[in-house]
């Protein structure tokens, strides 16, 4: 009886492919060629952050990437699912202008998939927060549309509240050493009651150079957090 009415139901509203509009199985978060056309990030990757090496040479397990081992990374650890190409790009783009809902099953449960191989337990889920004027403008802050169902997942609570970020111009055409710069002392503490002795995880929809990641972590750090995990749905892969 309840697979007729889910039967029933699929004949009613057909489960489309959120990239392509082809028809998918309920369950199914792409068609197969869609999924197949994203860049997965899998093994072999820098233990701590995450980083895709090349071939499969370097296959050890609990391997550093050069950044990592000569401890210039500041991120404890971070996770992206797909690596930031063509494909993905035209993902990220719509889910951020034009139509977020159609995107956050695929989005979130790819991060999921990350989120095994956390280092510790993860206490508090943040967002990596957007600036107010943005909020207003766009309707949401698409890093809590991710990070709602990861929370939920973690069974731990979302925060959204504890750091507010000022308004600065778009970091789109920026170079790292520039976004860097532009993003220094952009995040404010509001409530560091919520933030002390806590491991926290962010998330974000992309991450390009890692100076978001980096400078929110800092700031979290000295309001007394005791590690920032962080976790994106695509990455920007430089051929080093
Ligand atoms: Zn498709
Ligand atoms: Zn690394």
Partial sequence: MKKLFSAFINFLFPHCCPVCKNPI??????????????????DPKCVKCGYPFPGEASAETGAMCPVCAAGLNELDWVRSSVEYDEFSKQIVLAFKYSDAFRYTRLMSRA????????????????????????????????????AAPIAKILNVKMDIDSIWREHRKDMGHLNPRQRAENIRGVFHVKHPQNIRGKTILLVDDVMTSGATFGELRRVLKRAGAKAVYGVTFCRVVRTV
């Fill in 111 to 146: 991060m999921m998939l990350n989120l095994a191989e956390l280092p510790g337990n993860v206490d508090l889920v943040m967002p990596v927060p957007l600036a107010y004027k943005r909020i207003v403008k766009r309707g949401y802050n698409q890093a809590t549309i991710l």
């Fill in 25 to 42: 199985e309920r369950d199914a978060l792409l068609c197969a060629q869609c999924l197949d056309s994203l860049t997965w990030i899998n």
